[in-house]
């Protein structure tokens, strides 16, 4: 069965502090490795997408990579304006169809 | 520039009412569209998708339906509401990769 599962559910910060979600995917046939952001009350914000295995793509503190099991989004020196709700996403190689994980919830203090 | 429309932004319906979401998409021909529901501190859930004018699929046994009258306007409806329709739907489109989402509907059934 399809299935992405992303840790922690939950990560607090000081602002400054380095630190990186995880993102485990099982899909027959992986189209693609999608990373959103969302913040409270809105809909997802596309950050990144991930065709291959040691792929990397970078966007101001974010840093997203991705295995043939996982992908990683990696925040360097953090600032509250960070914080959000991180999703992923993997897509089947058949459809258009995203699989999401349940998000980490990214809280970084100053 | 494409942009997507989802309106109305909060609602408030008692059980057994109907239902009627809307949304639309403009700048772009033949997308794919797409009805998710978030429930609170879970990830999206799939609800329907629609490659085309009268294509609908259903992802999960629900009391909701979906319809595509048009190529870039997708509905979401109920005929009779339960309590646990309650949720954030979030419409979205894409072409191929990424989703593209709207901002998003509060339903609160009570």
């Known amino acids: 069965e399809d299935q992405v599962t992303q840790s922690p559910e939950a990560l607090r910060l000081q602002e400054g502090e380095s630190s990186s979600l995880n993102c485990s995917y099982t899909?027959?046939?992986?189209?693609?490795l999608f990373w959103y952001r969302q913040d409270p009350g809105k809909g997802p914000e596309f950050l990144f997408t991930?065709?291959?295995a040691g792929e990397e793509k970078e966007k101001e503190r974010l840093k997203a990579t991705l295995t043939k099991k996982e992908s990683f989004l990696h925040i360097t020196a953090p600032k509250p304006e960070d914080s959000a709700t991180y999703l992923c996403?993997?897509?089947?190689?058949?459809?258009?169809?995203?699989?999401f994980g349940t998000g980490t919830r990214l809280q970084v203090f100053p | 520039s494409q942009t997507i429309h989802q309106w109305p932004a909060t609602l408030v319906q008692p059980v057994g009412s109907p239902l009627s979401l809307e949304c639309t998409v403009e700048?772009?021909?033949?997308?794919?569209l797409y009805w998710y529901r978030q429930a609170a501190g879970r990830g999206l859930q799939l609800l329907f998708y629609?490659?085309?004018?009268?294509?609908i699929s259903s992802e999960v046994p629900q009391n909701l339906s979906a319809s595509r009258p048009q190529d870039r306007q997708f509905i979401l409806s109920s005929k009779k509401l339960l309590l646990s329709d309650s949720g954030f739907y979030l419409c979205?489109?894409?072409?191929?990769?990424?989703?593209?989402f709207g901002s998003g509907t509060r339903l609160t059934v009570v």
């Open positions: 700048g772009t021909s033949n997308p794919n």
């Open positions: 979205a489109w894409s072409l191929a990769g990424a989703n593209t």
């Open positions: 996403a993997a897509g089947h190689y058949n459809t258009d169809k995203l699989i």
């Open positions: 629609s490659v085309g004018i009268g294509q």
């Open positions: 899909v027959s046939g992986l189209r693609g």
């Open positions: 991930l065709y291959s």
